[in-house]
């Protein structure tokens, strides 16, 4: 009798790239576009096998070892950006290849034998969405809850700017209010009902509220800030706190916590380090918020190649960081244009929750208040290189 499930498993690299090809030309999986191919894998090829053994031999073991890795698929994908309709959408396509695979090798099967594969297929398939559903709820559920903490500090800040009227940015912050106060609310809300949902209960439109609330809070929540930041440097609010710093650890701080982000698009991110001054006297906190943004771009406007980051004393007075990538680069006519607030290129691909136009409006505020230059060189489709050059010693006023 021919043994299914090991058919099955000698085609899991099939299936899998198969499955990986449909995903990307699926119109309906958009989160998967800006994903490497390791990432869409994650842990389908385990399922494929878990689900191979099963059918040459069930066994509860197996069984259980399916669901952790349906578990852990749905907070990969939350982590990844996917909707729910986006993880549905992409198990029913793996249903679909596997199915498709096995045809063949079930013709000369029983009818019995193949409604029996065909169920055991269909009931495993369906108890991995339902798992990685759950996990995937229970990871969108922890970070709206941070979002919702994070919104009440901001709407105490702006409540406290409306307060004082002198402020031109009251009028904005008014206007803020009412949108960041309905989805507080809202949220209050969403936690609620989350709560109270019994197992079992159908929770996919919670979800999809939920994804809503959770993007739309982001993208407001880094405008306020944003802007708020924007201002207090240009209003001379913003204090430095002067130290002597170790540059290495700064940079190497903010490489790190970006690290992630590179391997999920297969980027190396090189550090050259050979002359980097041991130490100088600025502000540590204001140096990483201004290195992690100029990587962060980097890595983000970069879909394949390098981000290299370079730091070396420059002469007894100077020191300087070149952060350099090989992507989309940004074309002469907007390299002025990018450092003004809310400027963004327009590129379909590149449009994000993440992005308001006001990171590099930010980086050049705070290289200025650490009495330091920016400047720009890129080229369309070759790459961008931003050197920053700072007093090895900032005096202060
Ligand atoms: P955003 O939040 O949109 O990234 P920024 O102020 O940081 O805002 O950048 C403004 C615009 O400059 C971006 O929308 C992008 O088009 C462009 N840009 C910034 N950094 C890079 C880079 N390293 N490579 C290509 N384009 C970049």
Known sequence: MTDIGQILISKTETITNTWINNIREDIEIESAKGLAYQSVRDHIPEVIEHLGVMLSNFSQ???????????????????????????????????????????????????????????????????????????????????????????????????????????????????????????IGFSNILLQQHKNVTKGQNTSLNLELTEKVINNSKHLLRLINDSLEIARCQAGKMELNLVPTNVKAIIGTAIESLEPFARQKDLDIIFNDDNIPKEVITDPLRLRQIVTNLISNAIRYTDSGNVSITCQTENNQQWLIIIADTGIGISSQNQKEVFKPYYRVSSKNYQSYDSTGLGLTIVSELVKLLQGEIHLVSELNKGSTFTLTFPLVIISN
């Open 61 to 183: 073991d197996k069984k259980q070892e399916l669901e952790i890795e349906g578990l852990k698929h749905g907070i990969v994908r939350a982590k990844q950006g996917y909707d729910v309709t986006e993880i549905i959408q992409e198990y029913s396509l793996l249903r679909e290849i596997i199915l498709d695979s096995l045809a063949e090798d079930l013709k000369s099967e029983s009818k019995e034998k193949i409604l029996e594969t065909v169920k055991l297929i269909n009931s495993v398939i369906d108890k991995v969405i339902s798992l990685s559903l759950e996990s995937f709820l229970q990871a969108r559920i922890k970070e709206l809850e941070k979002v919702r903490s994070q919104l009440v500090l901001t709407n105490q800040e702006l409540t406290r700017l409306v307060a004082d009227q002198k402020e031109n940015l009251s009028y904005l912050a008014h206007e803020l209010k009412t949108p960041l106060n309905s989805i």
